[in-house]
């Protein structure tokens, strides 16, 4: 076991040393590889904290959210649906809700007006989201001009920006009181955009779900988890999207990778032969180039992972946040909490580390296979 | 101790462009003696040494070392016979670059694995005997053409060889280097080492320590085996 392991230090400060003697070559590829690796775990890691940070702010989103539907369109509902929802059995409240997207050419954007269940505002005040604060340039006290449904507009003053914890979901919020919201839509009294359920026992939600629909065959339910799985995919999608990118650059270092492995230099042959000639096995010289491969992949792992970590939770994400984070105008301000997933290390070390280090060892396999005297005269 | 028998080394066999490089050589070589390999460049002779060294296969013919046929011997068994019984010394010593003369002697011995000291220890003493000590930190190609050949003698005796194989060891060198390299040969015959040198070079050819000279042409012995 001794002669084992000395004989593996021997060949790892035989790769090392060989490594600095073609300082040149394996810098460049070190540098190639790390950024390939550090862009592909940027993504990984940030649409990961994405998806924890929406988990964690949904955390708080109603149970259930029934709309009512008109010939597959959303609808308003009456508030005779949600004395009927508040019927259902299981049921513990419902309640009708106030919300709608608004346009606003000013800053070119969407915004999202919600009655909250208790707005803390006065009638003619509002909560404005951190983005629509930046698009705006609002601050407390400012005024917000909205253009209402009948044509004119709706003066709001800024009560309060929306903390900037919750940005994720809320960059793009406009909290109004009930009166001014059915002023600007226009929406008559006895009317609402949906209504939310609270269940009595969170399993149930699906029995429920069901339940509604029976008794309303207009409605449409739709749980807490079915706004998650949303959420999973739409930044499953745009992570997906980026890494179809980032494709690109992973195959031209592949090709990098390749050229590098498989064309061993006249030099690296005639060292093999050296090598073998003066007693070496093939084992040793594979041995020696494993390390080699390894070395070079595991560091440019180790510091791409670095790399990425820093850029995601340090940096916030500056380079592929706009990509991944959403194309609206009021981007969501949002500094990602440290946090990486064991599985998308081990994923990402399969698809960089192993290929590489299996590339590396073809060639020299050939070359360490042959006679020693077939290699030295090549 | 090392017996060749109709010896046959065909490059590319089949092939428009098939050489014959060793055709039919027999021959035997009696341990602790120096023998030289002479010929014309393209003889056969380099080949010839690297059959016997055991660093390549012959096309067909049978070689045996003490006792031992290693002709159809596997991979492993043959690099084993290589590294216990031969010391190779190359033409331009072919140590390998950027490594320090010390490393270039230990190489030999690192797939045995044992502890460093004792191993630098022997390394650095070889170098002293050649009178290269001073040299030990030197990487190889800042290294003199008869510096590079006394590494090149070290680092084939690293693992304490029988048989020191060594392909023109003078091509590079100029007379008197020459003359030293042939008086280092001769320590080893006296260490009780069997010495086999190709060369074309007559100081070779000539050194009072020869005790046999093969001569070669177009891959055959011309004198008797």
Redesign the interface.
């Known amino acids: 076991m ?10 790892l400060d ?1 790769t090392l ?2 490594l ?2 073609r300082k040149g070559k394996n810098l460049s590829l070190l540098a190639v590889y790390t950024l390939v690796v550090a862009a592909l775990a940027s993504v990984l890691f940030y649409t990961q904290a994405l998806r924890r940070e929406a988990r964690l702010v949904l955390r708080g989103a109603p149970e259930l959210v029934v709309q009512r539907l008109a010939a597959g369109r959303h609808d308003l509902l009456p508030d005779r649906w949600v004395g009927a929802l508040a019927g259902i059995r299981g049921v513990a409240d419902a309640r009708g809700r106030l919300w709608g997207y608004g346009w606003d050419p000013i800053s070119r954007a969407n915004y999202t007006v919600l009655v909250p269940e208790a707005f803390w505002g006065a009638r003619g005040e509002a909560v404005v989201g951190h983005g629509v604060a930046r698009a705006r340039g609002l601050a407390a006290g400012d005024r917000l001009l909205l253009r209402a449904a009948d044509g004119g507009y709706l003066s709001l003053a800024v009560r309060e920006i929306v903390p900037e914890e919750s940005e994720l979901v809320a960059a793009d919020l406009v909290l109004v009181g009930e009166e001014d919201f059915r002023g600007l839509f226009g929406i008559p009294p006895g009317l609402f955009t949906d209504a939310v359920l609270a269940v009595r026992n969170e399993r149930e939600v699906d029995t429920i779900a069901a339940k509604v629909t029976r008794l309303l065959p207009d409605a449409r339910a739709i749980g807490r988890s079915e706004i998650l799985r949303t959420y999973d995919s739409v930044f499953g999608w745009r992570s997906g999207l980026v890494v179809v990118v980032l494709l690109g650059a992973v195959l031209a270092f592949g090709i990098v990778a390749w050229d590098k492995a498989s064309g061993l230099s006249a ?1 690296e042959r ?2 093999i032969g ?9 084992s ?1 010289v594979l041995a020696m180039k494993a390390w080699e491969g390894a070395a070079i992949s595991l560091a440019a792992f180790a510091l791409g992972v670095l790399l990425a970590f820093g850029h995601v939770f340090l940096g916030d994400m500056a380079l592929l946040a706009p990509v991944l984070r959403g194309w609206s105008t009021l981007q969501a301000r949002f500094r990602p909490v440290p946090f990486v997933e064991a599985w998308e290390l081990a994923a990402l070390f399969l698809l960089t580390v192993v290929p590489y280090t299996a590339a590396t060892l073809v060639p020299s396999w050939r070359a360490a ?1 042959a ?4 290699v ?1 005269r090549s | 101790m090392i017996e060749l028998r109709d010896v046959r080394k065909v490059y590319g066999e089949g092939r428009p462009d098939e050489v014959v490089a060793v055709d039919g050589v027999t021959l035997s070589i009696a341990p602790r003696t120096v023998t030289v390999l002479r010929g014309p460049s393209g003889s056969g002779k380099t ?1 010839l040494l ?1 059959l016997l060294g055991a ?3 012959p096309t067909s013919g049978r070689i045996v070392v003490e006792g031992r046929e290693i002709t159809s011997l596997p ?2 068994f043959l ?1 084993e016979v ?2 216990s019984t031969f010391g ?1 010394v ?1 033409q331009q010593g ?6 320090t003369t010390l ?1 270039n002697v230990m ?2 011995a ?7 000291a004792g191993l630098l220890r022997r390394a650095q003493a070889l170098l002293d005997e050649l009178d290269l000590g001073h040299r030990a930190r030197a990487r190889a190609e800042w290294l003199s053409g008869g510096e590079a050949q006394r590494a090149a003698i070290a ?2 005796l690293v ?1 304490s060889p029988k048989v020191v194989v060594a392909d023109e060891p003078t091509a590079h060198l100029d007379t008197a280097l020459s003359r030293d390299l042939m008086a280092v040969l001769g320590r080893l015959k006296a260490q009780g080492r069997t010495v086999i040198v190709a060369s074309h070079d007559p100081i070779v050819c000539e050194a009072p320590v020869v005790d046999r000279v093969v001569a070669m042409r177009d891959g055959r012995l011309e004198g008797a085996a």
């Open positions: 001794r002669t084992f392991l000395e004989r593996q230090r021997y060949l035989y040393s060989s600095a003697r030099e005639r060292e050296i090598l073998k000639a003066i007693g070496w096995e093939t040793d296979t006679d020693p005297d077939a030295m | 080949t690297t660093m390549a296969r991979e492993r690099t290589r590294r190779f190359f072919n140590l390998v670059r950027g490594v490393e190489l030999p690192y797939p045995l694995g044992e502890p460093r680092r084939a693992n």
